[in-house]
């Protein structure tokens, strides 16, 4: 079964931190690198980090570098991303996202959450 579920995300604040997981089946974690995209009201949607199978390498929009971490945990079959120094222009819904290659090229993930919902006061 092919499947991905966000978790978390929720009402932040400007400067504070929150974190979303997606948790993804044992299918999607053996064979795909995962990404995360996200799509403010009104904007298109657009990256924000993926994560290659391995962990190893990892790649970030520069709109988010140095403030969010994307991580991912084998075993347990997630991906994390941790958001610090959150910003009002962070508000969007996440989604996460599995490819076979590590690119920040939506249309290169054949597999997509629902999304969930990020929103920073400010």
């Known amino acids: 079964q092919v499947s991905l579920e966000e978790f978390g995300g929720g009402l932040g604040q400007a400067g504070g931190s929150l974190s979303v997981a997606c948790a993804a089946s044992?299918?999607?974690?053996?064979?795909?690198?995962m990404g995360w995209f996200r799509q403010a009201p009104g904007k298109e949607r657009e990256f924000v980090s993926a994560?290659?199978?391995?962990?190893?390498?990892?790649i970030y929009a520069d709109s988010v570098k140095g403030r969010f971490t994307i991580s991912r945990d084998n075993a347990k079959k997630t991906v994390y991303l941790q958001m610090n120094s959150l910003k009002p222009e962070d508000t969007a819904v996440y989604f996460c996202?599995?490819?076979?290659?590590?690119?920040?090229?939506?249309?290169?993930?054949?597999?997509w959450g629902q999304g969930i919902q990020v929103t920073v006061s400010s």
């Open positions: 044992v299918y999607i974690f053996r064979w795909y690198d």
């Open positions: 994560i290659h199978r391995s962990g190893d390498n990892k």
């Open positions: 996202a599995a490819g076979p290659e590590l690119t920040i090229e939506s249309d290169s993930y054949r597999y």
